[in-house]
């Protein structure tokens, strides 16, 4: 079981990594409507994943609360939509093809706050991964091995064009190759810590695993919204964003049916 979760806790992290060494065989930049695409994919995974992998096993887990087993589901999204709504006003950073910077003002270097930003999105995926474990390792019968493994392994196929798109503008901005994949994985790192925290947190106080599950499906809609759905819809022909939103959305669905 234990190298079951690791395993899972790591994919992720993965999937950045490998789309961030990108960098290192590619020239130029991304093309703006590969970048929606890829944009509208991500976004398209994890609103399936907030609700297949996060909403649905958090309510089986308070089916004992009958007709309310909806409430910790409502009152865990809250909570993590403010708690993402918090960081962004808090956090400095930068979105891609953005010049105004968010969170409190600050000097640090423009490509600093743009990985912050990438940090930043990352963390609810890495909280919703920890999540998912967490009710495992709980004894959870709502959620078993394979369906932990179908959220890992959806997160970290929308990693990989992820790291390429944080990578890639990095260079554009004088950043020397290896130093822009470096911070492209190091944007990652906080999905496996975001991770272990919320197993630890979740471990302590066991009857609050159904708020942690819609928590970090809260935070990740709250991404979702706030950023990928108006990047992947700029410019035009924005259609192109919708489109693999869907085909992320139909392929996260497919991974936790099949393997759930």
């Not at 590619?26 to 944009?39: D, I, P, Y």
């Not at 997160?155 to 990095?170: C, D, T, V």
């Not at 906080?190 to 708020?211: D, F, K, M, R, W």
Request: charged residues 10%; aromatic residues 6%.
């Amino acid at each position: 079981m234990l190298t079951n979760v690791i395993q899972g806790l790591l994919l992720p992290l993965l999937g950045t990594s490998l789309g961030s060494a990108c960098v290192l065989f590619m020239k130029g930049s991304l093309n703006e409507k590969v970048q929606r695409a890829l944009t509208g994919f991500a976004a398209g995974v994890m609103v399936a994943a907030s609700v297949w992998s996060l909403l649905i096993p958090a309510m089986n887990h308070a089916e004992h609360m009958g007709k309310f087993a909806f409430l910790p589901a409502v009152i865990g999204f809250w909570l993590g939509v403010l708690f993402l709504l918090a960081l962004d006003h808090i956090i400095p950073h930068l979105h891609l093809n953005s010049n105004s910077t968010e969170g409190i003002k600050s000097k640090l270097p423009k490509n600093t706050m743009l990985v912050f930003a990438v940090a930043l999105h990352n963390l609810p995926e890495g909280m919703a991964v920890g999540a998912v474990y967490a009710a495992l390792l709980a004894g959870d019968s709502s959620v078993s091995v394979s369906a932990a493994l179908a959220l890992s392994l959806g997160i970290a196929i929308q990693n990989f064009p992820e790291g390429a798109i944080i990578s890639m503008p990095l260079c554009a901005h004088g950043t020397s190759k290896g130093r822009a994949a470096l911070y492209g994985i190091l944007s990652g790192v906080v999905e496996p810590l975001g991770a272990v925290i919320t197993i630890l947190l979740s471990s302590l106080i066991t009857p609050a695993l159904p708020y942690f599950l819609s928590f970090a499906a809260g935070a990740m809609i709250y991404v979702v919204v706030e950023e990928l759905i108006p990047e992947m819809s700029t410019g035009k022909h924005s259609n192109i964003g919708t489109v693999l939103f869907a085909a992320g959305f139909s392929v996260m669905m497919a991974l936790d049916v099949a393997l759930g």
